[in-house]
Each structure stands twice: as structure tokens, then as C-alpha cells.
């Protein structure tokens, strides 16, 4: 349930409603055959949307989103992690996973 309406700010400066189905959508790719139950998957997203709504703002970018979205997902399930920052971060070649990897390991 979305109690506040604000707009998303894309990367290349075009506005869109903020859309609920857009974060599950890719949270729902990043953990496909993953064990996470439901209800796991739900208090994830629901928390994300609390915090974005919790900001007061009127425009969100979408890298805000993204960067939520990444934090989140480390600490749910650390394949879904690497696969959300394939796509957020348009991995391109089989060194950006390496680069990445090497950075997550470091932490």
C-alpha cells in the first residue's frame, strides 16, 4: 500500500510516477531460485518504500532507488545482490564482475 505519491527521476532527466511493481519486478529477477520466502521478499520491498516515502520529497532519483534497493539486497541474499548490480550497474564484461566482486570482498 502506498500511502504517499512522488515522482522518479531517470538517468536521462525523464519523470514517471513512482511505481511499487517496478522495485518487485526486479527484486523478483534478482532473487529468482533463491530460498527467500514471500513474505521475506514483501518486508524487503515494503521497507524500501517506507524509506522513500519516509524522505518528504516530491522527486526521487532512480540511482537512489537502485542504491536502496543494492543495500537491501547484500544483506537478503548475496547472489541476489550481484545479480540486481549486474543490471543496475549494466555490467558489460566478465571483468566488471571481477572489479565488483574484488570490491564487495574488501568490505
Known sequence: MQYREF???KKN????????DKITKSVDLALRKRPIDFDTKEKFIS??????????????????IGELVMQGSHKLD??????????YRDFREAKDFEQFLGSIDKK
Open 13 to 20: 532527466g525523464e519523470k514517471s510516477i513512482f511505481d511499487r
Open 7 to 9: 515522482v522518479v527521476v
Open 78 to 87: 548475496k547472489v541476489a545482490f550481484v545479480r540486481f548490480a549486474s543490471v
Open 47 to 64: 521497507k524500501i518504500v517506507r524509506e522513500l516515502e519516509g524522505r518528504g520529497e516530491n522527486e526521487i532519483s532512480s540511482s537512489v
